[in-house]
């Protein structure tokens, strides 16, 4: 009888606990860690294009100018 009542509350705690989600896509991340938005569609004008997020969203950041801090240079993908 224990372990039918064990096995029940296991699988209620199964049920209740949310499933697990994936991490952000590695262009979102690095969008984000250059203080950048990845924006659908492309950048304003008084924004400048950093990275690209993923196949539809790129990287936006305003100019430098307004928020002065170093860009690196983004690597390139090998075609």
């Known amino acids: 009888m224990k372990l039918h009542s064990v096995l029940s509350v296991l699988l209620f705690f199964v049920t209740i606990i949310p499933k697990a989600t994936t991490g952000i896509i590695p262009g979102q991340k ?5 203080r ?3 924006k659908r569609g492309g950048c304003t004008t008084t924004d400048d294009t950093i990275g690209v997020c993923n196949d539809e969203k790129k990287c936006c950041r305003k100019w430098w100018i307004l928020f002065p801090y170093a860009t690196p240079v983004p690597k390139s993908k090998s075609p």
């Open 36 to 38: 950048g938005v990845c």
């Open 30 to 34: 690095q969008c984000v860690l250059l």
